[in-house]
């Protein structure tokens, strides 16, 4: 299934594949002339192992949200990584080839499926991309307009100005205040007039056309619900009276009666005497 | 003296105060009441380190839970130990006025190589060098090899140091580079691990720019800095350029192949590994399949600085399988490697966004965004599990990795530049690949997220509004101090023409007219008669430097010049230039005077301070543009217009102008100072230009200064020396720009005051 990856020049290949096929004299393996390739890199490892890496990965074309937790998706490219690193350094070619077209029928339907997907990853670059050019090309044609606008209202502003001076009978001074008005009036109206270029391929919820968008359901979140529960409080005393007992035991008659003013706020002398009995019920018994 | 700067209790070492002095305090106070960022200008000369020193130290002794740390970051080492004196200076007057004993501990912390007391390691030249060299002494392997081996060489220093240093607390004290480098030795410590370990719970630190700011360093000795610190950045008009050049790579086919070797290495030493101790890798190997918890626990509890070359998402998840196993990893970056030397094989330059340079190695190498984001931390991992010695070796394919994981973590931000060859050079092919940071707010981001206060002061901060706009944050105070004078000691002057009539100008165009050339050797011959001792003359770049000072001497000025005065230059070498400089010194105090002709942006208009008699004059030739060409600078002109709304032209101006001023500002260091500052180009009188200028030189810039001929600029400028030339004491300043504690007291004089900041 490779095209062999042994590697040799321009003119030597010019010759070797006269007839357009041949079998490659190192290895033996039948080539085409049209599959050879200018080398790339310095190192003609690296050229090697790009071909296979690219080779490889269109079949393990998996993407993260095929596993269901990220440590799976790393040892899956780990795998990946393995199969690429005994491809290249001729371990155990065999088997690994082996072992990939074994997982090639076994997932036949997920790789189909993926070809034409794009990772995350790219998709956020691609946008990314797209998003850099929209915003270029749309500072272009604002400054451009506005130039010309701007260009424009003047030009009308000023031959305005002259018809008044010469038609109009009100005195100089305020014709040119009201040009003066006139005149930011037009700045700000261009300012409004800015329009936006609204880029083609979103939908209307602002998803770009053409992402995947995960449509598994949100994970639910288990969690126990709040229940009330009464509020108890030992006090480690005598319970303490009601209070609106207190004026009936005739409590109150020791405490300072409530002002006027203290009662607008609110307050009434019952209050300070049941906190001042709680005070002294509390911590009575030993625990 | 002893101040109530709203309500807070600030010891003063000084007798005197200047106003400003008082306003800046003032200031610094509400920002660090607010616990939010400040800008602050004021001029240099005028005792801001001081200033900021006192009232810092006195905040921290009045609320030691609110603010724990300052951190004082400057640009140079010498600038760094004058920080250090002044503050230990202070620190003695609180000794004497509270009788107490102190418990404060400073510092300063510099590089390895400035530091080092090892007999070996420090007589090497290079930075660089000093570093590897150490680092094979003192990591972590090579000292647990020492243990089964004793005749492995290590650090004896470190290991005293490592054994007992750290359970010692160093003891309170100032402690400049010098004090720390005695300590180390009386102690037979480490200085360096001594005072990074130190930094941790000192009170003040004091060190340059890039423990901050660069991710890779901040990583090392800045990550574990308490979240209640203020941070200082001092001379911070150019923390933009920093921050940028912090977060940019360049890459060269020397890095290249340099890194090719690096790789080699690599797969030699895991192939070496494999056979002896396969554990050690099958170890790091599960390390990795469990993920970078253990960092992002750390930044989650937030216990350190975040660092944008290590993105958050890397944390969370797990290195992905691809770049999982040593040999994958290796030939992952042999990929990497090979598609980077297959662009700088070009011919035409090209520029590209990360995402574009993403899509075609994808297409062309078939790797992911995904494990290029984890490229940097794999290669960490594996240097540390391979027990590689020396470090700096692998720093070209360290410099790729970095590379890697900014560009799949920031689509943003960033552009690729290559370029098959200079500018300078068409004909020679040198391919560099620039990845450039265009977005200086990436690198200051952690620092402004992490830390409650940031404190941005230098001289020349003009215009104060860009600064948080391109830097990216919200300052609580923005203001700008002008000098209270006693008499106007600084004169500037805007030459427009020649006595000809002819524009003087750096124009593009005009660049190589005879006549503008010649009124420009015609000003300095004028000023070389009537200016005492030393003249101090920029251009805006070498290039034009050369061409005039050539046609000078072609047209016989530069003859007559040096019948007045001798001249110096500066040259693009460095030892060559302070050279000159001290020669021009010694010229200047022999009374015979001196011209120095350097360039703006040059180390002499950056560091070299010329007081008094070394300075009576500067004259900026022309208006400093950068080199507008560059396609870095372009991609990052149309960057901030895009992404901040700052105009091309705007920021030009402005970076010309931060430079023009940082340029005749070094004339100016003092109150007693005086001297005459020309501005020798007609356009510096346009309101665009000239509203740029720092305040305190645009109150002296009078209509009648604007376009001058050069009859008029000499007429002006006799007059404003002979004027100066006359005594002055301290008395005459006493009361006006000068200030004892009873007349700062007084009501009127606090008014005054108040009118000093002017809020932008």
């Known amino acids: 299934m490779f095209v062999c990856v042994c590697f040799r020049c321009e003119s030597c290949v010019e010759m070797l594949f006269v007839r357009g096929s041949g079998n490659c004299v190192q290895c033996n393996t039948p080539l085409r002339k049209s599959n050879f390739r200018v080398q790339l890199f310095e190192d003609p490892a690296i050229d090697k192992e790009v071909e296979i890496r690219k080779k490889v990965l269109k079949i393990y074309n998996k993407r993260e949200f095929d ?183 005739g409590y109150l008659n020791h405490v300072r009666t409530a002002s006027p003013q203290d009662q607008a706020g609110g307050y009434t002398s019952g209050l300070a005497c049941h906190r001042a009995i709680q005070d002294a019920f509390s911590g009575l018994f030993p625990s | 003296m002893k101040l109530n700067i709203d309500g807070l209790l600030v010891y003063f070492p000084y007798d005197y105060i200047y106003p400003e002095q008082y306003s800046y305090m003032l200031e610094l106070k509400r920002t660090l009441d607010a616990k939010g960022h400040g800008v602050l200008e004021m001029p240099s000369g005028t005792g801001k380190t001081i200033s900021l020193l006192s009232l810092i130290v006195a905040y921290q002794k009045a609320y030691p839970l609110e603010v724990t740390k300052l951190v004082y970051c400057s640009r140079t080492v010498p600038e760094i130990e004058k920080v250090v004196e002044e503050l230990r200076k202070l ?192 170890e790091e190997y599960s390390r990795l399949v469990e993920g970078l918890k253990e960092a992002n626990v750390a930044r989650e509890t937030d216990m350190y600085l975040s660092n944008p070359v290590l993105p958050d998402e890397i944390l969370q998840e797990a290195v992905p399988g691809s770049i999982r196993t040593a040999e994958h990893f290796v030939g992952f970056m042999k990929r990497f490697l090979e598609y980077l030397k297959a662009r700088l094989r070009i011919h035409h330059v090209v520029q590209e966004s990360a995402p574009q340079f993403l899509k075609d190695i994808y297409e062309k190498v078939c790797i992911d965004r995904k494990p290029l984001r984890f490229c940097a931390e794999r290669l960490r991992s594996l240097l540390r599990t391979l027990e590689i ?209 350097s360039v703006a942006r040059g180390k002499v208009s950056e560091g070299i301070d010329f007081v008094h008699h070394y300075g009576r004059a500067v004259i900026m030739f022309g208006v400093p543009y950068v080199y507008t060409q560059s396609r870095i600078l372009k991609a990052r002109l149309e960057y901030l217009r895009d992404q901040f709304q700052i105009r091309e032209n705007d920021f030009l101006t402005f970076d010309a102008m931060r430079h023009a001023a940082q340029c005749v500002g070094r004339a100016i260091r003092g109150k007693t100072d005086y001297g005459l500052m020309i501005f020798a180009d007609k356009r510096y009188a346009r309101a665009d230009k000239r509203g740029k200028l720092p305040r305190w030189i645009q109150e002296h810039l009078t209509d009648g200064s604007l376009n001058l001929t050069i009859d008029e600029t000499v007429q002006l400028g006799k007059h404003f020396l002979r004027q100066m030339a006359q005594p002055f004491r301290q008395e005459d300043q006493l009361g006006l720009s000068l200030l004892t504690l009873e007349q700062l007291q007084s009501e009127d004089m606090l008014q005054k005051i108040a009118q000093i900041a002017q809020q932008a």
């Open chain 2, 389 to 597: 010695a020396d470090i700096a070796d692998f720093s070209a394919i360290t410099l790729i990795s970095h590379f890697a994981t900014l560009v799949s973590t920031y689509s943003k931000g960033f552009t690729i530049i290559i370029e098959p060859f200079e500018d300078r050079t068409p004909t020679i092919a040198n391919p560099v690949l620039h990845f450039s940071c265009m977005d200086p707010s990436i690198a200051i981001k952690p620092v402004f997220g992490r830390f409650q206060s940031v404190i941005i002061t230098s001289g020349t901060l003009s215009p104060l509004d860009i600064y948080p706009r391109i830097l990216d944050f919200r300052p609580v105070t923005v203001a700008s101090f002008t000098m209270t004078l006693a008499r106007t000691c600084l004169c500037p002057l805007i030459v427009g023409r020649g006595n000809d009539q002819v524009a003087m100008t750096s124009k593009f165009e005009t660049r190589e007219d005879f006549a503008v050339i010649r009124n420009y050797g015609n000003l300095l011959l004028e000023m070389s008669a009537i200016v005492p001792d030393g003249i101090v003359a920029f251009f805006t770049s070498y290039i034009y430097m050369e061409n005039i000072v050539a046609s000078w001497y072609e047209q016989g000025i530069l003859e007559n010049i040096q019948r007045n005065k001798l001249i110096f230059i500066e040259t693009q070498d460095a030892a060559e230039t302070s050279m000159a400089l001290e020669k021009y010194q010694e010229a200047c105090e022999n009374g015979r005077g001196a011209i120095l002709l």
């Open chain 1, 67 to 249: 596993f269901s937790t990220l440590k799976e998706y790393n040892d899956y490219l780990e795998q990946v990584e393995d199969i690429v690193f005994n491809l290249t350094n001729n371990i155990d070619v065999e088997r690994t080839k082996q072992m990939m077209e074994q997982y090639q029928r076994d997932n036949k339907d997920i790789i189909q499926r993926n070809k034409a997907k794009l990772t995350r990853e790219q998709e956020e670059l691609e946008e990314l991309l797209l998003q850099d050019h929209q915003d270029s090309e749309q500072r272009r044609l604002e400054t451009l307009q506005e130039e010309q606008r701007h260009l424009q209202a003047k030009r009308i502003n000023k031959q305005a100005l002259l018809d008044e001076l010469e038609i109009s009978k009100l005195p100089a001074a305020v014709l040119l205040a009201q040009h003066k008005d006139r005149a930011s009036q037009l700045e700000t109206q261009i300012e409004k007039q800015k329009q936006n270029v609204k880029p083609a391929n979103i939908f209307s919820t602002g998803i770009m056309m053409g992402q995947t968008v995960s449509l598994a359901s949100v994970s639910r979140v288990e969690e126990v619900l709040y229940v009330y529960q009464l509020l108890c409080i030992d006090t480690y005393g005598p319970p303490v009276l009601e209070l609106d007992q207190l004026g009936r035991l």
């Open chain 2, 91 to 282: 620190m003695d007057y609180y000794t004497k006025q509270t009788e107490a004993k102190n418990d404060f501990l400073a510092l300063a912390l510099s590089s390895r190589k400035n530091l080092c007391i090892h007999p070996e390691v420090s007589a090497l030249r290079f930075g660089k060098e000093v570093d590897g060299k150490c680092h094979s002494l003192t990591a972590s392997y090579i000292r647990a090899q020492h243990h089964s081996n004793p005749s492995q060489p290590v650090c004896q220093f470190y290991e005293e140091f490592d054994a007992v240093g750290r359970q010692v607390p160093i003891p309170p004290g100032i402690y400049n580079l010098d004090d720390l480098k005695d300590f180390g030795r009386r102690k037979g410590w480490c200085p360096y691990f001594l005072a990074r370990y130190a930094i941790l719970h000192a009170n003040i630190v004091v060190y340059s720019y890039h423990y901050l700011l660069d991710p890779k360093i901040a990583d090392l000795v800045s990550k574990e800095l308490a979240k209640k610190s203020v941070v200082v950045f001092d001379e911070a008009h150019n923390i933009d350029n920093v921050c940028i050049d912090s977060m940019s790579v360049n890459i060269t086919r020397r890095t290249l192949d340099r890194c090719q070797t690096n790789v080699e290495t690599l797969q030699n030493t895991i192939s070496r590994i494999k056979e002896t101790d396969a554990a050690k890798l099958r």
